[in-house]
């Protein structure tokens, strides 16, 4: 569904520990949208954040991902089966490795569709979905949390200098799924064209503030390819616009949701 390589591939631990954990009650308003709670799937997993929070309502969950290296880094859970992907399996293969025609109540794909091909994994979509009453639903967040405004200033010189790393489906991101094809009857939770808005506040430390700059794929990519993005002097400046190492701050992620049942 994605190419056959992620950015992510050598750096998938600290991915892990620096990804945020999406709030429980978007579950809970998916689960309530569904008519069975069976089996779910959750595409491009990573390691599994979204995946176990899922597992909470459904019996079983399918995380498929391209990166056997997060896959490795994946969340134990018993509900959950990490299965690896690769891009070269046909929409067949791929039917299959789900669990067959009209098998899944949810599918969902967690700051991950911008990476795939999406016509391909629609088609499997609509092959796997339960009808009626399945439901898929994809959000990101953008690269513009919300901090303090002495951040922000230092967030934006970041953000112009990791653009040119940016792959395939970055304009989906940074307009935060607005472009993004979704052929899809809305259930609520956004249309094509005009997501939901949501709002994914956490407490981070300055280190882990820190750690989820350094796990945004621009940054990864270049990293891989020998270019620092967030040198020690860069990171000093932003200690000293977050007020030191050791406050905690609130950080808001903006999250845009798109959410739909098959229009067939």
């Not at 750690?211 to 620092?228: D, F, P």
Request: glycine share 10%; aromatic share 10%; charged share 20%.
């Amino acid at each position: 569904m994605a190419a056959n390589t992620s950015p992510y591939d050598k750096h998938a631990k600290i991915y892990a520990e620096a990804r945020p954990v999406y709030p429980s009650h978007w579950y809970e308003k998916l689960a309530a949208l569904t008519s069975g709670h069976g089996l779910a799937w959750d595409a491009g997993t990573g390691s599994g954040q979204a995946a176990v929070g899922v597992a909470e309502h459904y019996d079983r969950v399918v995380a498929t991902d391209i990166s056997e290296g997060q896959l490795k880094q994946a969340i134990p859970n018993p509900k959950v089966r990490y299965v690896h992907a690769p891009e070269s399996l046909s929409e067949d293969e791929f039917v299959a490795l789900v669990g067959g025609e009209g098998c899944v109540d949810l599918v969902i794909a967690a700051t991950a569709a911008h990476w795939f091909n999406l016509p391909k994994f629609y088609a499997v979509v609509n092959r796997v979905l339960r009808r009626p009453g399945g439901v898929i639903a994809v959000w990101t967040y953008t690269d513009k949390v919300e901090v303090n405004p002495e951040v922000g200033k230092l967030l934006e010189r970041f953000r112009e200098s990791i653009i040119p790393y940016w792959g395939t489906g970055v304009n989906y991101v940074l307009n935060g799924y607005r472009g993004l094809p979704f052929p899809f009857n809305s259930v609520g939770l956004g249309s094509e064209g005009a997501p939901a808005e949501l709002d994914m506040p956490r407490e981070m430390s300055f280190e882990a503030f820190v750690r989820l700059l350094r796990t945004s794929s621009a940054y990864c990519t270049a990293k891989n390819n020998g270019v620092e993005l967030l040198p020690e002097s860069l990171v000093k400046e932003f200690e000293a616009a977050w007020g030191g190492p050791d406050l905690i701050r609130t950080v808001n992620s903006k999250t845009y949701m798109l959410a739909g049942t098959p229009r067939d």
